[in-house]
């Protein structure tokens, strides 16, 4: 039997938006052919037709598991992702890439330009919305971290223990621990002091490696 095409699964929480991407992508080309459009993660993981060639990824699903978790775990079994989202910060989007996406857009992104992404990410390249690229270009305090500083603090400013994020990125707690001083280091010499965990996270969100959404949710690991 010939190859249908890039077989593609979308997830997305936003029930409209998951039907208009539909739509939209299958109005667009031909050589794409949509699988699945579920609204959550474990309805793709559970999806008959798991695993496909791409995954159309909402970013923020509100189910509390990392995207850096989710992007490994599509890696493992050969999927390459695109996340989609209405964050724009710059470490959001290279939270994102440094976790193993090849792409990222904004939700308001043209169908022409998705196809595109899908493409991109199926050939093994990057795709990121054009109007994402000057903001990651400008810099900011954020990207003085390393990827992994980057899923520490995310992971840390989210309300995990350095125990819970030393078994979430397979490292040691002494090591989740010395990259959480250098991290406290870094930004001490930028001149921002986030000294406390109130202030690392507020940081956290202000930079963009957690959403404001998790606001409220986060109160409870305040110390």
């Known amino acids: 039997m010939a190859p249908t095409g890039i077989r593609l699964a979308i997830v997305d929480d936003h029930r409209m938006l998951l ?5 939209w992508i299958r109005a667009a080309t031909t050589d794409i052919e949509l699988v699945a459009a579920v609204s959550s993660w474990p309805d793709l993981l559970a ?19 990392p995207i850096s978790v989710k992007l490994r775990a599509l890696g493992t079994v050969g999927v390459r992702t695109v996340v989609m989202s209405t964050y724009s910060e710059p470490a959001v989007v290279r939270e994102a890439l440094a976790a193993g996406a090849l792409g990222y857009l904004v939700k308001s992104e043209q169908a022409e330009n998705i196809v595109l992404a899908v493409h991109a990410a199926h050939s093994g390249e990057t795709f990121v919305s054009a109007r994402l690229i000057p903001q990651l270009e400008a810099g900011d305090d ?15 400013s989210s309300g995990d223990s350095a125990k819970r994020i030393a078994t979430l990125l397979h490292i040691s707690e002494e090591t989740a621990k010395s990259h959480l001083k250098r ?6 010499l930028a001149g921002i002091d986030v000294g406390t965990k109130v202030a690392l996270r507020e940081e956290a969100i202000r930079s963009g490696l ?14």
């Open 183 to 188: 991290i406290r280091r870094k930004y001490r």
């Open 210 to 223: 957690i959403g404001p959404d998790d606001r409220q949710r986060l109160e409870r690991y305040e110390s």
């Open 47 to 65: 999806h008959p037709q798991f695993p496909v060639d791409v995954v159309l990824l909402d970013l923020d699903l509100r189910d509390n598991l």
């Open 142 to 156: 954020a990207s003085r971290l390393s990827a992994q500083e980057r899923r520490v603090m995310a992971l840390y």
């Open 19 to 23: 039907t208009a991407l539909g739509e």
